[in-house]
């Protein structure tokens, strides 16, 4: 079956540092791989996307590549910001399985 | 387009009550589904369906009932509300067609005491 395995938090870093956070998968198929973003109290949204081997996803300085050799599609970013405290879901969707499957999200903190 | 709207926001039950837990979307989309989110738990799937007429289990379907009589509207029943019940609750959709990213409402938040 389909399953995203995420690099556990919680994670804490100061402001201006480098953030990387893993996230591999399982998956038959083709599937399209993302990035959602959780506001604390909110829903979550989108927050980058890529849809086929090698393509690099990008949003808010945020960005990730979907590497079939690796199964991965780590998020990166060069400098954080407090604002960008949230959790953090790495997903698929698998056409074969008609459905989404999430990992368990990681939580950033990021300190002034 | 107002996306996804959950109400009520905020819910406390008693032990017991029941509740529909209601979700709209205004994209025309075919798949949506619930999920609850817990501490530590990430999201666990509750149900979903991939069009009118038609649902399906999750992985924590027990004590919760769907029905999808539209496209628009996919609301969550709780039978007989019990503690392990408090939770968070999101209701998402997505299309099949095109890159398919779901789309969340903001969110029910559920206490039963």
């Known amino acids: 079956g389909n399953s995203v395995t995420q690099m556990e938090g919680p994670v804490t870093l100061s402001e201006e540092a480098f953030l990387t956070i893993n996230c591999t998968y399982t998956a038959t198929g083709y599937p399209s791989l993302f990035w959602y973003v959780q506001y604390p109290g909110e829903g979550l949204q989108l927050l980058l996307k890529?849809?086929?081997?090698?393509d690099k996803g990008s949003n808010k300085g945020f960005e990730a590549t979907y590497r079939k050799e690796t199964t991965s599609f780590h998020l990166e970013k060069g400098s954080v910001q407090v604002s960008d405290s949230a959790v953090y879901f790495c997903?698929?969707?698998?056409?074969?399985?008609?459905?989404?499957?999430f990992g368990d999200g990681t939580t950033l903190t990021v300190k002034p | 387009n107002a996306g996804v709207t959950q109400t009520p926001k905020f819910q406390v039950l008693k032990t017991g009550q029941s509740m529909t837990l209601q979700c709209a979307q205004d994209m025309n989309h075919e798949y949506m589904s619930w999920y609850r989110q817990d501490p530590g738990m990430g999201l666990r799937l509750i149900h979903y369906?991939?069009?009118?007429?038609?649902?399906d289990q999750g992985e924590v379907p027990n004590g919760y009932n769907v029905s999808r009589s539209t496209t628009e509207d996919f609301p969550l029943r709780l039978l007989s509300a019990a503690p392990s019940q408090t939770s968070v609750y999101f209701c998402?959709?997505?299309?099949?067609?095109?890159?398919?990213?779901?789309?969340f409402g903001q969110g029910t938040r559920l206490t039963v005491v």
């Open positions: 369906s991939v069009g009118a007429g038609i649902t």
């Open positions: 997903a698929l969707y698998n056409t074969n399985a008609g459905k989404s499957t």
């Open positions: 998402a959709s997505s299309s099949h067609r095109g890159a398919t990213e779901a789309f």
């Open positions: 890529a849809t086929k081997a090698d």
